[in-house]
């Protein structure tokens, strides 16, 4: 079975820093071909955030570029580096990874649950 966890939400006031992790972990060899961050406010629809491949290229939503950062390590673990939190960025964020198995050709995106960030004075 694969499980995503994210871990790392919490309150902070406007103006702060959070850093959020997904951990990956399986019954079997796995590596991880992309990782991708998403987040969901109340009321609204799951929005793409940011994403990184194996190779370590990122790329952003125009909104979260200049104070977001996507990155990973070789312990199937990603990381997202939020700076300058505002109050509009409170929602639940989830990780997404590709992962393939080393038997398998393929790779498949699995879910995490997801991590509250709430963003209020």
């Known amino acids: 079975q694969v499980h995503l966890v994210e871990s790392g939400g919490g309150l902070v006031q406007p103006g702060g820093s959070l850093r959020l992790s997904c951990t990956a972990s399986?019954?079997?060899?796995?590596?991880?071909?992309?990782w991708a961050w998403y987040r969901q406010a109340p009321g609204k629809e799951r929005e793409w955030v940011a994403r990184?491949?194996?190779?370590?290229?990122t790329d952003y939503a125009a909104q979260m570029k200049d104070r977001f950062t996507v990155s990973s390590d070789d312990s199937n673990t990603a990381y997202l580096q939020m700076d300058d939190l505002k109050p509009e960025d409170t929602a639940v964020y989830y990780c997404?990874?590709?992962?393939?198995?080393?038997?398998?050709?393929?790779?498949?995106?699995?879910w995490g649950r997801g991590t509250l960030v709430t963003v209020s004075s």
């Open positions: 997404s990874g590709n992962l393939r198995f080393v038997t398998g050709r393929y790779g498949k995106d699995y």
């Open positions: 399986a019954g079997s060899l796995f590596s991880m071909n992309s």
């Open positions: 990184i491949t194996a190779g370590g290229i």
